[in-house]
């Protein structure tokens, strides 16, 4: 990873901030994104504190022309772009019935058509570097989750996005990952959105049981390395995505059940 320059969008905090903290550890030119500056520029006096070669530049990964911007600017001044990861995501928490529709298109806006935006104006110069693209994904987009139907749709088709995309960049040298954590201690949930697009401002799951951030980080790193198409973290993550492959009838139960349990759920 020396000199290489790489950019995390969404990278404020959780599993961006993480893989931040990855990249840069391991010698590259990390540059985070974020819409939050106060946040963004917080990441930046840590990951600089820790001797982290590290720029912060504010960027709505929902906004084609921020995104076009700043990868203007990457490039402009580093010449370069060796790897892009598409962590920027935000996530819900409603019955659909009652859900402002304005959400779910929120949620389409910032997880999918972000990737979308930050990986076209990249591409030419992931290919001329013959780099890589990582997709932060998620197991909702392998088996959609109750009162998260925006989230699940947003992910399944980041999902397909990038499997398409992977395979029409076969013959170029750019490899592509797409990564699904499960439930991850980071901040996404505290994040979510209800059904009139407010943040909830409350995780609804015991963080204490779930994979760190850092570790996702280091398993994401990892996988990349390896040039693993695909990475499906946790045990329960990679159980569900095989139970609903062959018993999905039976996973609709689980699932339902499962999340009934959480805190103020809505299922009844």
């Not at 084609?64 to 920027?88: H, K, P, S, W, Y």
């Not at 990952?177 to 909830?200: D, V, Y």
């Not at 995780?203 to 390896?226: G, H, L, N, T």
């Not at 139960?253 to 103020?264: A, F, G, H, M, S």
């Amino acid at each position: 990873m020396k000199n290489k320059v790489v950019i995390i969008t969404g990278a404020s905090s959780g599993i961006g901030k993480a893989l931040a903290f990855e990249y840069g550890n391991k010698g590259a030119q990390v540059i985070i994104t974020g819409r939050n500056e106060a946040k963004l520029v917080e990441a930046q006096a840590e990951l600089v504190t820790s001797q982290i070669a590290c720029q912060a530049i504010v960027c709505d990964s929902s906004s084609e022309e921020q995104t076009r911007a700043m990868i203007a600017q990457v490039v402009q001044e580093f010449g370069r772009i060796d790897i892009l990861i598409n962590n920027a995501g935000i996530s819900m928490r409603a019955m659909f019935e009652n859900v402002d529709l304005k959400v779910l298109k929120q949620l389409m806006d910032i997880n999918f058509w972000g990737t979308v935006y930050a990986t076209h104006a990249a591409l030419p110069y992931l290919k001329q570097s013959k780099g890589g693209i990582i997709g932060i994904s998620s197991i909702a987009g392998y088996r959609g989750l109750p009162v998260r139907t925006g989230y699940s749709a947003s992910k399944f088709a980041m999902n397909g996005f990038l499997e398409a995309l992977r395979t029409e960049l076969l013959e170029t040298g750019v490899h592509v990952l797409t990564a699904c954590p499960g439930f991850t201690a980071s901040n996404i949930r505290n994040a979510s959105l209800n059904s009139e697009g407010k943040i909830t401002g409350d995780s609804m799951r015991d963080e204490e049981k779930m994979m760190s951030a850092e570790e996702v980080a280091q398993r994401i790193y990892q996988a990349f390395e390896q040039k693993k198409k695909t990475l499906v973290l946790t045990f329960q993550g990679k159980l569900t995505v095989f139970l609903n492959k062959w018993m999905n009838g039976l996973m609709d139960r689980l699932v339902y059940n499962t999340l009934k349990k959480e805190k103020d759920s809505p299922l009844k």
